[in-house]
């Protein structure tokens, strides 16, 4: 009987590094490294959804290059002291063992944690615990990163996004369109972080593409994105996220900002693990809550999730 399983083991392919693979049967499956419980690959119906660089390093000390790499406690870097985008990506995680399934096996799930230690200390002097939760089903990945202040008298302020590297079915960005975006306020760094009205329905990338769309209340929420090849929609990114606060629990939604992003020519050949021609397989659309810092109380925890769903 088919059914969800999960394993960890040493890819020796990869220098003998630590993943856990989940899978039901062989056409659905997903593999997350402990080196920053980055998820490298999401086979859905037998065809890989995420894009991993074929340069990506992997030593246990670079973040891994591809797939959903984990942003935490800044996008960017902010503060000097921290490497960019923080440690979550860097460190590395446990995982919570045991493939948690739904009754009728409809989606199975993998827990990733990772709390406060000397390195992290070292540079960002905070006590917390991430819980990272990673779902899969038939035709949708799930990730959820949870983040818990554990002081029960400290605030502390904090970036948190999934930096999602999506597949392109054709390798081609040229046949690339997005929707979901229009009438958004952004940021463009390709324009000094200048802000901008998004009014086109339709985006598409021919250039180097780096802007946050802002999701603030003054905003109509972003809807979820769907990406389309040749006009065809072929996968699309919801996302949320929630404030829950210590002591009495209540959850505030909040809506998470969208990073869009392509190294595009120059900049694939600059980044050594990304390498020239790069751009052409990949669009990154990275929820999170980026746009400013998000002060966590003592006890409360943030969560931000993405849901990826194939359009078949
Ligand atoms: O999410 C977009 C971005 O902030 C870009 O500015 C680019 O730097 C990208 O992240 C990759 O960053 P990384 O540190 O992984 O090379």
Request: hydrophobic share 35%; charged share 20%; aromatic share 8%.
């Amino acid at each position: 009987m088919v059914g969800f399983s999960c394993t960890q083991i040493s890819d020796e392919s990869k220098g003998g590094m630590e993943k856990v693979v989940l899978s039901y049967g062989e056409d659905c499956r997903v593999e997350v490294f402990l080196l920053g419980a980055t998820v490298t690959s999401w086979i859905c119906d037998g065809r890989e959804k995420l894009y991993l660089s074929p340069n990506a390093v992997f030593n246990n000390s670079k973040a891994i290059r591809g797939g959903i790499p984990l942003v935490f406690p800044q996008f960017g870097q902010p503060n000097s002291i921290m490497p960019q985008h923080g440690f979550a990506r860097t460190s590395k995680w446990d995982w919570s063992c045991g493939c948690h399934t739904t009754g009728d096996d409809s989606e199975g799930k993998c827990v990733f944690l990772l709390t406060n230690n000397a390195d992290t200390e070292n540079v960002w002097n905070h006590p917390f615990l991430l819980t990272y939760t990673v779902t899969l089903s038939k035709s949708q990945l799930k990730c959820e990163l949870s983040i818990k202040n554990t002081s029960s008298s400290e605030v502390f302020e904090c970036h948190g996004l999934l930096h999602t590297y999506i597949r392109l079915p054709s390798d081609d960005i040229n046949r690339l369109t997005a929707v979901g975006f229009e009438s958004q306020q952004f940021i463009d760094k390709m324009s000094g972080g200048e802000k901008f009205i998004e009014s086109r329905e339709t985006v598409n990338v021919a250039a180097e593409v780096d802007r946050i769309y802002i999701n603030t209340p003054q905003n109509t929420p972003i809807p979820d994105i769907t990406l389309l090849e040749d006009g065809k929609p072929f996968l699309t990114v919801a996302k949320s996220s929630r404030m829950i606060t210590g002591g009495d629990g209540t959850i505030q939604e909040k809506p998470a900002d969208v990073v869009f992003w392509n190294a595009w020519i120059d900049k694939s050949k600059a980044l050594p693990d990304l390498g020239e021609g790069a751009y052409k397989s990949y669009v990154c659309v990275e929820p999170g809550l980026v746009t400013d810092y998000v002060s966590v109380g003592p006890e409360a925890t943030l969560t931000i999730d993405t849901t990826l769903t194939v359009i078949s």
